[in-house]
């Protein structure tokens, strides 16, 4: 199979050269050139254990990887999940599930594609012989999750932008307190939007990503995407046959990565009900669905800080494939949005495509006390915000994104109760290793240039 940009001024890739390039070099995202329709796969795929599923589904899409090596890459990839089952599917009544989502090595959904995105760039390395420089912006989750598939890869330096003082304590520890020589934390100035289109500006710098062997890690890498495609099937398949086209899943939504993803499958045979967004205070994306603006406005900081996000970097990609896979019109609407921060979209299929939610923060304490109190259930501040309207769903599966653990604050808070893991416990013996930068093009170049140089020494 071969994938193609969303703005169609890049030639086809494979698999392998689309996950080491990341952004298209037209500044697109990379697609399927065809989705499959693997509606004809799902009853022989009943039963399997997550990483023979997680094969079985990426052997179609990584074509020019041999199957027993992509086979080895995906079982390591999940032998460090600390339950059995990788995403348990867990009943709170008949009416809602909840897949969790978090446990993972870093405790939150980012593991289920980074974790497989580290032994793909662990096997580029290993083929090619060269070093290769990782660039990432997080706004909490992503940083600590590509850290932790990265860590100690020969080769393999990593470079993890977060916008200083707008992630939890406990995010910010997982990435800056790993001692790792080839870890590179990086506090900036601003919000997450501001380091994200650092990125993409440093990306957008052909020549330069070629000259230090630049991929990236965060959900503009197709990988990402596929991988987190899984787990909406994991889910959809241990539910009974007649629930399935009645379930909704209900998605924390920041940068729109992992509600796309199952949007994705959807268009592939799984059949369902459909799927709501569900957001924070930063509600650019509830205001589209409803609306049909696409308007770009300031960064509020939240009690759900991965989500505290204006520019949704995925709205790409399903703009895309809501536009008739017209790569013309797409370039159009991302140059408006460019332009003018803003797009305006008054197609009824579109909008209608998927419903929305909003919820700000002491919505998001009451949400985590009402559902501790109905369930004995403990959610995170970010899962918390998908607990909205779902009276009007037949069933729904509501995606646990992290461990509540990772913000003891608002958990203690909200239900005067300490949620704790011991990987977060260890780390609050040790010390924060940052590398504070502007959210500059120049700045972040010069600075991974210097720790490659001293890489090679």
Same mark, same amino acid.
């Given at each position: 199979?071969?994938?193609?940009?969303?703005?169609?001024?890049?030639?086809?890739?494979?698999?392998?050269?689309?996950?080491?390039?990341?952004?298209?070099?037209?500044?697109?995202?990379?697609?399927?050139?065809?989705?499959?329709?693997?509606?004809?796969?799902?009853?022989?795929?009943?039963?399997?254990?997550?990483?023979?599923?997680?094969?079985?589904?990426?052997?179609?899409?990584?074509?020019?990887?041999?199957?027993?090596?992509?086979?080895?890459?995906?079982?390591?990839?999940?032998?460090?999940?600390?339950?059995?089952?990788?995403?348990?599917?867990?009943?709170?009544?008949?009416?809602?599930?909840?897949?969790?989502?978090?446990?993972?090595?870093?405790?939150?959904?980012?593991?289920?594609?980074?974790?497989?995105?580290?032994?793909?760039?662990?096997?580029?390395?290993?083929?090619?012989?060269?070093?290769?420089?990782?660039?990432?912006?997080?706004?909490?989750?992503?940083?600590?999750?590509?850290?932790?598939?990265?860590?100690?890869?020969?080769?393999?330096?990593?470079?993890?932008?977060?916008?200083?003082?707008?992630?939890?304590?406990?995010?910010?520890?997982?990435?800056?307190?790993?001692?790792?020589?080839?870890?590179?934390?990086?506090?900036?100035?601003?919000?997450?939007?501001?380091?994200?289109?650092?990125?993409?500006?440093?990306?957008?710098?052909?020549?330069?990503?070629?000259?230090?062997n630049l991929s990236a890690v965060?959900?503009?890498?197709?990988?990402?995407?596929?991988?987190?495609?899984?787990?909406?099937?994991?889910?959809?398949?241990?539910?009974?046959?007649?629930?399935?086209?009645?379930?909704?899943?209900?998605?924390?939504?920041?940068?729109?990565?992992?509600?796309?993803?199952?949007?994705?499958?959807?268009?592939?045979?799984?059949?369902?009900?459909?799927?709501?967004?569900a957001t924070n205070r930063n509600? *650019?994306?509830?205001?589209?669905?409803?609306?049909? /603006?696409? &308007? =770009?406005? #300031?960064?509020?900081? $939240?009690?759900?800080? +991965?989500?505290?996000?204006?520019?949704?970097?995925?709205?790409?990609?399903?703009?895309?494939?809501?536009?008739?896979?017209?790569?013309?019109?797409?370039?159009?609407?991302?140059?408006?949005?460019?332009?003018?921060?803003?797009?305006?979209?008054?197609?009824?299929?579109?909008?209608?495509?998927?419903?929305?939610?909003?919820?700000?923060?002491?919505?998001?304490?009451?949400?985590?006390?009402?559902?501790?109190?109905?369930?004995?259930?403990?959610?995170?501040?970010?899962?918390?915000?998908?607990?909205?309207?779902?009276?009007?769903?037949?069933?729904?599966?509501?995606?646990?994104?992290?461990?509540?653990?990772?913000?003891?604050?608002?958990?203690?808070?909200?239900?005067?109760?300490?949620?704790?893991?011991?990987?977060?416990?260890?780390?609050?013996?040790?010390? *924060?290793?940052?590398?504070?930068?502007?959210?500059? /093009?120049? &700045? =972040?170049? #010069?600075?991974?240039? $210097?720790?490659?140089? +001293?890489?090679?020494?």
């Open positions: 199979m071969k994938f193609v940009s969303t703005r169609g001024q890049t030639e086809p890739h494979a698999f392998a050269e689309a996950v080491r390039v990341g952004l298209a070099p037209d500044g697109g995202l990379f697609v399927p050139e065809a989705l499959p329709d693997l509606s004809g796969e799902f009853e022989s795929w009943e039963g399997l254990d997550y990483a023979g599923l997680c094969f079985e589904f990426f052997r179609r899409f990584a074509t020019d990887i041999d199957e027993g090596e992509l086979k080895a890459l995906v079982e390591d990839a999940y032998s460090r999940f600390d339950h059995e089952d990788c995403a348990p599917l867990v009943s709170l009544d008949e009416k809602t599930s909840v897949l969790e989502l978090f446990h993972g090595p870093t405790l939150a959904f980012k593991d289920f594609a980074l974790q497989l995105l580290g032994n793909l760039y662990g096997r580029q390395v290993a083929q090619s012989g060269e070093s290769i420089n990782v660039l990432g912006a997080t706004s909490g989750d992503t940083g600590a999750a590509a850290i932790s598939g990265l860590l100690g890869k020969p080769g393999v330096n990593i470079f993890i932008l977060y916008p200083d003082g707008r992630v939890s304590p406990l995010q910010e520890r997982q990435m800056a307190c790993t001692e790792a020589s080839n870890v590179y934390p990086i506090a900036v100035t601003g919000s997450f939007d501001d380091a994200q289109a650092a990125l993409k500006e440093v990306f957008g710098d052909a020549e330069f990503s070629q000259s230090v965060n959900s503009i890498n197709l990988a990402r995407i596929l991988a987190q495609c899984v787990y909406y099937l994991y889910a959809w398949l241990k539910l009974p046959r007649d629930a399935r086209e009645k379930t909704t899943f209900v998605v924390p939504t920041g940068n729109f990565g992992n509600v796309l993803a199952g949007w994705l499958v959807s268009k592939m045979g799984m059949k369902v009900a459909g799927f709501r967004v509600d *650019i994306l509830d205001r589209f669905f409803r609306s049909g /603006e696409y &308007s =770009i406005g #300031d960064v509020a900081p $939240s009690l759900a800080p +991965s989500m505290d996000i204006q520019v949704a970097s995925n709205f790409e990609r399903f703009l895309y494939y809501m536009l008739g896979e017209d790569a013309g019109k797409t370039r159009q609407a991302m140059s408006e949005i460019k332009q003018n921060r803003s797009f305006a979209c008054g197609d009824p299929e579109v909008l209608s495509s998927m419903s929305s939610s909003r919820m700000d923060d002491a919505e998001i304490k009451g949400t985590i006390s009402s559902v501790y109190s109905k369930y004995g259930y403990v959610v995170d501040p970010h899962t918390a915000c998908a607990f909205k309207g779902l009276e009007e769903f037949e069933h729904c599966v509501i995606l646990a994104t992290a461990h509540p653990a990772k913000f003891p604050e608002t958990i203690e808070e909200s239900i005067d109760r300490k949620s704790t893991h011991p990987s977060l416990e260890a780390l609050k013996a040790r010390e *924060i290793g940052k590398y504070p930068l502007s959210p500059d /093009e120049q &700045s =972040i170049k #010069d600075f991974i240039v $210097s720790k490659q140089q +001293s890489y090679q020494e």
